[in-house]
């Protein structure tokens, strides 16, 4: 399964770069996330509820940040067991442009599925996967939004 | 024609099914709904990966859930010295080598071989609970690259399964003259070649697998409730192999079972898993598969990818066939799927011609997928549907009508017994009169007028032939020992006639849908001429039944229903010589005819009753002579397979737009033998062809190539046939004799899924070969007929 997208985000590259490293923002924006906590600069565990079609489970695992270019960009990867569910697996690799005040932000995701969640859902997990990862941009998009930004 | 309700039904008689009233109602007992005193339930955690080594196990924070009793792996088993599952048949390859034969360990310890490798097991008070708490189980995995089909685990640097087995593969076998075919090949007139794929299939019992484990510690005795087809079998292979019980102190009972098709032949590790941890735990445990648990764990089916040569001289007789199949045989040895793809298939590949010189090779190969094993006609299917396949396509090389061919090439029906060059002698059959039936019945001589309406309407209409043979009836024990099977396959029975003159038969055979219930009573009526409501069949409990091999390969009347007349007769012969005395008569001159022993020539008669009655109260007895009571057991060696045999015809409509197809007629002339229940044989031939035409059209296991994840694994995605997919099927039946049995009984309980498949293929051929379509691959979903009939047009518009 892979995905890509673009996004317009009314707010500095700079700033768009530093709420993609902010816990707090990612737990907002991650659809389901129950918990994020920084371990490192590049590492977090996360917990996340998600539902496939008829699984839903709480995913424990580990988001790591890599190839690392500030303010250009990063690999965010994620790894996580939604214990008899199977296990979830991505990375996604966001690249920022500055465009006047604004930054454009483009993503290419991969990911797999495995166990229960292949099983049941394996013909679910292209759209599960799309709506997500748009529901992330959404939130993301929506928090720095200028009035979002100005209210924080 | 009798009711059978009352009276002594004769055989062949329609008795409607005894066991129905049960199973409509909701009162048959099933291994889930057994419960007993202080019951608590396992749950089995599996593997979510295709290969993975396993670094650590942490079950301490699931030990310590809410309703836990224990977190068991197999470090524990190992330390308990418990043994792997075993294989029930060893293979020798070309050059002599015994097969590799990893082991299949109960639960794994260092490395999952498959999606649904079983890795620990949890038992609560709830399932609910026991389940949640597998959740908090921790696995180290290190997940590596998996291999799921047969032709890629053979290329160089495929993953490997198993260090035991270099380059995936379990035995590389072979049967036949390879130096008579080579030679035939070259003087042939015509060679066809085809590639095709059997396709894995999952076997789908409307009741998914169930196990409750008992110990109890007062006898030391153990009880296995388990959803099999042979609980004698799982004693043996249990007790001996993997847990060293003894059989005297395990019972195992596989009561209503809601049906096999082989799937519940094998030992399962679960079964192990809650007999062993009953003792542990000191309680019943019960295990039940979801739906999803069977997808991933029962043993599949099928699974070949086959290479075929047909030569034929001028005349169009063939002269040699000549095979070479990849048998994907999963990441475990499953108890018998070693011996499918070799004796329950490459003998079976003379079919019903006179081919003169076969070779068939078959490499069997290692992957990171469930096992296969036998699945409703267990390689002769995947024999059929080659042979079928390969000779329709002869008859459309050579312009010969296929119906034509085929009596070309048939076993005349005075050839019996007939010699095959692949070890097997055939006994009786009439191939060309169930041809004739089958082609009468399906109005074959005016299909082309159909086809041609259908062309009007814009359909593509194909008319397909297939004919069959199978072994069945399995097996001479004998025999297969000499093939490498480390057990016999008799059949015992113990015909029990109380005292007042009802009668409990006590089978080694094992329903699990066939009606055993009714047809064994139907025996029973005739051979003993007492009423059918008198007679009570009795199986399933090794507490209860002398011994059984069980029930598989349409064995259960040709060996079992013949160690049933054994008995009886015993039961007969003893009944004489106390009617004699009762008589005052010598043995010699006492007739035994509808339940009556009579003194030859005259009136004088005691019923069986009346000799049961004296056999119990032996108080005017000969007892210089005999025993009191009257109570015999028979075991039943068959002296060789028996082959049913038959012709289907399907006549299918294509619509090319959708590739949408309607099987419009489905056409079976089988001959079984001697058929002792009509209705009964109608009924296992109807669930053949549904699933046979299920294989065909619908049922297809996907495995995902990159990460071995099962992406068939449930009813969203694993396409079962249903009602509305079929028309109403055209049966009949003709008798030729078993020639070796007492019966004259050949079997009927896979032909449907043996003849089905080639059939449904070649009339779907037949449609689209004036695209210059040779073969399509099953099943044959609309998508997969669009593209065919797409790519072709395709190809005929750049010509």
Known sequence: MEMKGERRIPAPRQLVWERLNDPETLKGCIPGCESIEKISDTEFTAKVVARVGPVKASFSGKVTLSDLDPPSGYTISGEGTGGVAGFAKGSATVALEEDGAETVLRYGAQGQVGGKLAQIGSRLIDATARKMADEFFTRFVGAMSPESATGS | MADGSIGTPAIGASVRRREDYRFLTGQGTYTDDINRPGQVYAYILRSPHANARIGGIDTSAAASSPGVVAVFTGKDLEADGIGGLPCGWLINSKDGSPMAEPPHPVLVTDRVRHVGDHIAVVIAETLGQARDAAERIDIDYAVEPAVVDSVAALRPGAPLVWEQAPGNVCYDWHLGDSAAVETAIGKAARVVKLDLVNNRLVPNAMEPRAAIGEFNRATGEYTLYTTSQNPHVIRLLMGAFVLHIPEARLRVVAPDVGGGFGSKIYHYAEEAIVTWAAAKVRRPIKWTADRSESFMSDAHGRDHVTHVELALDADAKFLALKVSTLANMGAYLSTFSTCIPTYLYGTLLAGTYTTPAIYVETKAVFTNTVPVDAYRGAGRPEATFLLERIVDLAADELGIDPAELRRRNFIARDA??????????????????????????????????????????????????????????????????????????????????????????????????????????????????????????????????????????????????????????????????????????????????????????????????????????????????????????????????????????????????????????????????????????????????????????????????????????????????????????????????????????????????????????????????????????????????????QEHQTRAAAD
């Open chain 2, 416 to 789: 019996f017994p007939y010699q095959t060059p692949v070890a097997l002698q055939y006994d009786s059959g009439d191939y060309q009169t169930t041809l004739d039936m089958a082609m009468e019945a399906a109005g074959y001589a005016g299909f082309e007028a159909r086809r041609r309406e259908a062309a009007g309407r814009g359909k593509l209409r194909g008319i397909g032939i297939a004919t069959y043979i199978e072994a069945c009836g399995i097996a001479p024990s004998a025999v297969v020992g000499s093939l490498g099977a480390r057990a016999g396959l008799f059949e015992s029975a113990a015909v029990r006639v109380h005292p007042t003159g009802s009668v409990s038969i006590l089978t080694g055979s094992h329903s699990h849908g066939q009606g055993h219930e009714t047809t064994f009573a139907q025996l029973v009526s005739d051979h003993l001429g007492i009423p059918i409501d008198s007679i009570e069949i009795v199986h399933g409990d090794t507490a209860k039944i002398p011994y059984g091999m069980g029930t598989y390969g349409s064995r259960s009347l040709a060996v079992g229903g013949s160690a049933i007349i054994k008995a009886m007769d015993k039961v007969i012969a003893k009944g004489r010589k106390i009617a004699a005395h009762l008589l005052e008569a010598a043995e010699a001159d006492i007739e035994f005819k509808d339940g009556e022993f009579t003194v030859a020539g005259t009136d004088r008669s005691k019923s069986l009753g009346e000799v049961a009655l004296t056999a119990y109260v032996p108080h005017n007895f000969p007892h210089d002579e005999l025993e009191p009571g009257l109570d015999e057991t028979a075991f039943y060696d068959p002296k060789n397979f028996t082959f049913p045999s038959g012709a289907h015809i399907a006549e299918i409509e294509i619509d090319p737009d959708t590739g949408h197809l309607t099987v419009l007629n489905f056409t079976a002339s089988d001959d079984f033998g001697r058929i002792v229940n009509p209705m009964i044989v109608a009924g296992q031939v109807h669930g053949g062809l549904a699933q046979g035409i299920g294989q065909a059209l619908l049922e297809g296991c996907v495995y995902d190539t990159e990460t071995g994840q099962l992406l068939t694994g449930s009813y969203n995605d694993y396409a079962m046939p249903r009602a509305a997919d079929f028309p109403n099927f055209v049966l009949s039946t003709h008798v030729t004799l078993c020639t070796h049995n007492p019966l004259g009984v050949k079997g009927c309980g896979e032909a449907g899924a043996i003849g089905a498949p080639a059939a449904i293929a070649n009339a779907i051929v037949d449609a689209l070969k004036h695209l210059g379509v040779r073969h399509v691959e099953m099943p044959a979903t609309p998508e997969r007929l669009w593209r065919t009939i």
